[in-house]
Structure formats: structure tokens, C-alpha cells
């Protein structure tokens, strides 16, 4: 295998991968490690899939290894080494420095950095919705749970509590809202729905080091929540501004109800998960009335939101076509919501603390689907700048063209 695709294999180690994403042959990363770093098997699981592609004899990590670091001296190399790696880091996606004094100095500075890509370079990776899943989503969004157990209805009540109290503040009315009150609710919303997330994260992490044993793979399930919630609220403070009362109600919910969640969490972490499905199944609510108000004509909402187009940052998260609007904006953020319900729904069901987390599989997916999608943008610069042979055609054809709508 040329030294060209082995460093594609390379740059997969850039990817963040959950503690318990599984090989094919059913071990762990965290029990396989020995010795190995994440950089190593990132490499060695992509360096499979592209050696059986192509129908060559897959590479062991230690191997994969010692031929990227034959090229490194041809790339260009990020400003630090990462302590974890035997070879320095490669960034294939930085740009030659500008020659200082010349006349395009500041136009290929300009180039080079590019806020957007920095903002999302080092990330959870998000699920990208399919227009299948998004049509699906629209039709289960009133999904309810049924209250069981006295926590489920004591959180249940306390969600109702909460919403219709939410309602009264924000002056949401669910027959014509107006833009009005739905940018003040949605900032509100998502600034506090980032918050539990990183809570459960925080008391498993913690859980783990006290016990002294692995977490299976939740605490990669609860960032990716809070984060997602954050990217929610990044998304819409680009379409609204946050006046002074919308910032101290931002801020007063966080300070009061941190440390609430923070203390049930500490005694009782399936009320916790139960309160955030009823909280989730709010924002289904919220956010599927809000759709189909934009795409009814004559509405407060059609006439100011149906028209806008959905900001880059949104664009770039979800990977949306460059003409997707706001609305088509608004069912993503529905999706990501109606997955966060499911998610807290089950973990609330689970019995124990050291099952295994039922959502492995799914992260390691989208982590397929990014990873592919990471190696086709290589391909398809190298094809631009000229830079083509024929394994990288056959990496195209065999690695991507079977599975173009699994990756979206």
C-alpha cells in the first residue's frame, strides 16, 4: 500500500472516539489499549477498512505507523507534537505559509485561518439526519412517556410546572406564536438544556474513578448532549440578538438550577434522565409547533421565518446544502431533540449504574460516517490540486460509492 493512503489512514486519528467503540471482532478500545494509543488504533482500524477496499493485506497500527512517519517530513507539521504520539501530528489540511512582503500576503493569512473550520475541528461528532429520518421524526414528535414509578410522576409534574410557567414568562402561546417570544424561548431553552448533560458526564466520570472500573461509554453519550445543546444555542444567537433580559434569565436559570440537578443527580441519577425525557419531549413539542406554524402560510412565524436562510455555522454542523433555510434548520434541531429524549428515556430505565451504554453503536457509526467523510474531502482536493493515481480512484470507487447513503 503507498505511503499516500496510509497517511489518509493517519489523519483518522483526529477523530475522537468513545471508550467503548467496539472492533470487529468484539474488544473494546479501553480493554485492547496495552500500550496502544487512540492515535495508533484510529489508524489501524481505517488502514483495515482501505487495505480490504482495495484488496490488499491489512496493516497491523505499529506498521501503519512506521510508513507515516517516513512522509511526515514532506508535510507540512502543526505547531505542536502531541505527548501521546510516537510521530509528530500532521495537519494535511494547513496551507502553505505566506511569503512575507508579497501582495497576497494577507489575502492567503486570511485563507489559512478559517473561524469556522476552528470552531468545530475538535468536537463531539453529531449525528447527521437523513431527509427519511427528519420526515420520521416530524411524524413522532408528540411521542409521550407514561409516568410509572412515583419519580416519574413527581419529575413529570415538576416538568409541567416549569413549561407552563416557561410559557407565561417568554409570552409563548402555541395557537400563533410570534417570532418574539420564540427567539427569547429558544435561547433560554438551549442555554439550559446544555446544562444536565455535562452533569451526568461529570458524576460518571467521577463514578468511574471511584469505582475504579470502566463507564461503558456514557460519559461519550453525555457530552455529546451538551455539547449538541450548545451548538443548539450557537445556531440561534446567530439568528437573534440576546437583550439584557433574556441574558439575566439565561443566567439566573443556570445559577438556580445547576445546583438542584446537581444534588438529585448525587442521590437519585435516574430522576435526573427521567426530568430531561419530559424536558425533551417539551422541545419536541416546542419545536415541531414551531415548523409546521412556518410552513403554514399566513402565520406570525411563515411571514417572518420561512424566508431566511439557515446560518453557516448550522450549515456546516449539520452538513446542509448551502440554500438550506431556517426552517430546514429548525427540524435538525428537532431531531438532535427527539434523539436527547429517547436517550434519557432508556437510561432511565436501566437497572444498575454498570450496564452498558445502548447508544455504542450509534456513536461508532457516525464516527464511520465522518471518517469517510473526513477522507473523501482529502480525495476530492487532491483531485483538484492534480495530485491523482489510480489507488486513490479505487479508494473512491470501492470505499465510498457502496455506502454513499449510509453516510450521508
Known amino acids: 500500500m503507498s505511503t499516500t493512503l496510509l497517511v489518509l489512514c493517519g489523519q483518522l486519528s483526529s477523530l475522537h472516539l468513545p471508550d467503548s467503540v467496539l472492533y470487529e471482532d468484539g474488544q473494546s478500545i479501553t480493554d485492547s489499549l496495552a500500550g496502544q494509543t487512540t492515535m495508533n488504533l484510529g489508524v489501524a482500524r481505517f488502514g483495515r477498512t482501505v487495505a480490504r477496499a482495495i484488496g490488499q493485506r491489512a496493516l497491523t497500527p505499529s506498521r501503519s505507523l512506521v510508513h507515516a512517519a517516513r512522509i511526515v517530513p514532506t508535510l507540512q507539521p502543526v505547531s505542536s507534537v502531541s505527548p501521546f504520539s510516537p510521530v509528530p501530528a500532521v495537519n494535511l489540511w494547513s496551507r502553505p505559509a505566506p511569503v512575507s512582503g508579497t501582495a497576497d500576503t494577507k489575502q492567503s493569512t486570511a485563507e489559512a485561518y478559517d473561524p469556522l473550520e476552528a470552531e468545530h475541528t475538535w468536537r463531539q461528532q453529531n449525528h447527521i439526519w437523513s431527509n427519511e429520518e427528519l420526515q420520521h421524526v416530524m411524524e413522532t414528535a408528540d411521542m409521550k412517556h407514561k409516568p410509572r414509578t412515583v419519580m416519574d410522576h413527581m419529575a413529570s409534574v415538576v416538568m409541567r410546572t416549569l413549561y407552563h410557567s416557561f410559557n407565561f414568562i417568554t409570552g409563548y402561546k402555541a395557537d400563533d406564536p410570534s417570532p418574539q417570544a420564540m427567539e427569547w424561548r429558544l435561547i433560554v431553552l438551549e442555554s439550559f438544556a446544555g446544562v444536565p448533560g455535562f ?56 445559577v438556580v438550577m445547576t445546583p438542584g440537578l446537581m444534588l438529585v443527580y448525587a442521590i437519585q441519577p435516574k430522576a435526573v434522565h427521567r426530568f430531561v425525557g419530559y424536558l425533551e419531549e417539551t422541545a419536541c413539542h416546542t419545536y415541531s409547533n414551531v415548523i409546521r406554524h412556518c410552513e403554514t402560510p399566513g402565520t406570525k412565524l411563515n411571514k417572518a421565518w420561512a424566508h431566511l436562510d439557515a446560518p453557516k455555522v448550522a450549515k456546516h454542523y449539520w452538513k446542509l446544502e448551502d440554500d438550506a433555510s431556517w426552517v430546514t434548520c429548525l427540524k435538525h434541531i428537532l431531531a438532535d431533540e427527539s434523539h436527547h429524549r429517547d436517550v434519557n428515556h432508556t437510561i432511565a430505565d436501566l437497572d444498575g449504574p454498570n450496564k452498558s451504554n445502548p447508544f455504542v453503536h450509534k456513536h461508532q457509526g457516525d464516527f464511520d460516517a465522518a471518517a469517510k467523510r473526513h477522507v473523501k474531502r482529502i480525495l476530492a482536493e487532491a483531485k483538484k490540486a492534480g495530485d491523482v493515481s489510480e489507488e486513490y480512484n479505487l479508494v473512491d470507487s470501492h470505499l465510498f460509492s457502496k455506502h454513499a447513503q449510509k453516510s450521508h
Not at 458524576?203 to 453519550?221: A, C, N, P, V, W
Not at 444567537?237 to 437583550?243: L, P, Q, S, V
Request: glycine fraction near 6%; aromatic fraction near 14%; include cysteine.
Open 199 to 254: 452533569i451526568a458526564a461529570g458524576f460518571r466520570h467521577f463514578y468511574s474513578l471511584r469505582r475504579l472500573e470502566r463507564d461503558h461509554g456514557f460519559i461519550y453519550t453525555f457530552l455529546e448532549e451538551a455539547e449538541n445543546e450548545r451548538m443548539h444555542l450557537l445556531v440561534c444567537m446567530k439568528m437573534f440578538e440576546a437583550g439584557w433580559a433574556t441574558r439575566a434569565l439565561v443566567i439566573t436559570t443556570q
